[in-house]
Structure formats: C-alpha cells, structure tokens
C-alpha cells in the first residue's frame, strides 16, 4: 500500500517553464517532507525539505507548498533548465521514510 | 566531508549464493537505513539502525535477509541464497543524531541475481 501518491509519472517541459509534482498522504503522523532529486546511475539527493507547521519554502529556483489541511505538498521548479531532468520522489517521514513512486521530468532546451 | 559510501557497486550472484552489501554512513552521523529500488519504481524501506541496534526493520522480508550496524565497522545488509527477485538497487542513508529526519542517501549497490 502506497502511503504517498506522486502525480504525475512523467512530464516535459520547454527551458524556462514551471515544473509541477504534487503529492497527497493520509497518515498524519508524518512530521517532515523532503523531496529527493535522482539522476540514472546514482542515489536519491535531498533537495528541499519542509515540516508541517509550515505552508511554502523556497530555496533558489525548488518552491515547495504544503497544505495540512488537505494533506498534500507540491514541488515547483521555476525556470526549469535541461540539468533539471531526472526523477524526482517526494518523501514523507516519521522515522522512515516513505517514498512516493517518482516523477520523471524532461526539460527540452 | 566524504558523503556515505557504499560497497561494492554492483554486484552479481548466482541464485543461492549470499550477498553482502556495506554502507559507511557519512562521519557523525549514527543511524543508518536501508532501502530497496525495483526497476522503475520508488524506493521502499526495509530497516533502520543504530550501533548495535536494530531500530525498526519491519520492511525487511522475514526470511534471507539481516542486517547489523557494528560497534567499529560499516553496517552491512545480508542476503543469504538469492533468488533473481531480490535483483535491484539497494540504497543506504545516514542522519545525524540531532536530525533523524534528514537523510542522506549513498550511491547504492546495484545487485543482479543470474
């Protein structure tokens, strides 16, 4: 049973577009939610993070919103450059982490 | 600052053989993780360790599998008489005591059961 579902599996985006990934959870023990971004080959690399008693935080062009309420968090990549596509996994965490099942985004120069 | 190693990258066994698998965590760090990645899909948690101790291995198959976190030494996941199943990527991740959450992930060991 999947405890986080990622949306969508894949998409594209022209250079300078916004890159959009939204994830939704139910358990609401989970207390921090980090996004990890993978290139093929290699392991998952922590990109930005967030905890629940905040609803945006950005770090350079990765903006993530979250929404308690509702239980989702999204990811938005502003000004979305080629060295951007990978695969992209939001995670929700008490002591574990779960990982939804991974987003791949193409950036088209 | 060496981020978290892994050995060896790939791995290839026959079925039946064991496989071991090592993780250095990152240096001050004191909890380790392991996670497994089928092709083409998210990653899944199997267990979660301190020195000495096994914290929370309630995503580890019951049967084949192990894992330990020495005193001195890497952790090390075990698996003993693979089965092609078990082929995939596996990953370790490490914390710091003060910051459980953030987890750092290394470069994985890719194992292909023949």
């Known amino acids: 049973q999947q405890q986080v579902k990622q949306s969508p599996q894949s998409l594209i985006v022209q250079k300078g577009g916004i890159s959009i990934i939204n994830c939704a959870y139910e358990n609401t023990a989970f207390d921090y939610f980090p996004w990890y971004q993978q290139f093929p080959g290699k392991g998952p690399a922590l990109l930005i993070a967030i905890r629940p008693d905040v609803s945006e935080k950005k770090e350079g062009r990765f903006t993530i919103s979250f929404n308690k309420s509702a239980k989702q968090f999204s990811l938005h990549i502003m000004d979305s450059q080629p060295g951007d596509s990978a695969t992209y996994f939001c995670a929700a965490s008490t002591n574990k982490l779960s990982f939804g099942a991974g987003t791949t985004v193409t950036v088209r120069a | 600052n060496a981020g978290v190693m892994q050995n060896p990258r790939h791995l290839v066994r026959r079925r039946g053989q064991e496989a071991r698998l090592r993780c250095s965590p990152m240096k001050g760090h004191s909890h380790v993780y392991w996670y497994r990645q089928l092709p083409e899909e998210g990653l899944k948690f199997m267990v979660y360790?301190?020195?000495?101790?096994?914290?929370?291995e309630s995503g580890m198959p019951k049967e084949r599998f192990s894992a330990e976190f020495p005193k001195e030494g890497p952790s090390i996941l075990r698996i003993q008489q693979v089965v092609r199943g078990d082929s995939a990527a596996y990953f370790c991740?490490?914390?710091?005591?003060?910051?459980?959450?953030?987890?750092?992930f290394g470069p994985g060991t890719r194992l292909t059961v023949l």
């Open positions: 360790l301190q020195k000495e101790n096994i914290i929370d």
């Open positions: 991740a490490s914390s710091p005591p003060s910051q459980r959450d953030e987890q750092f």
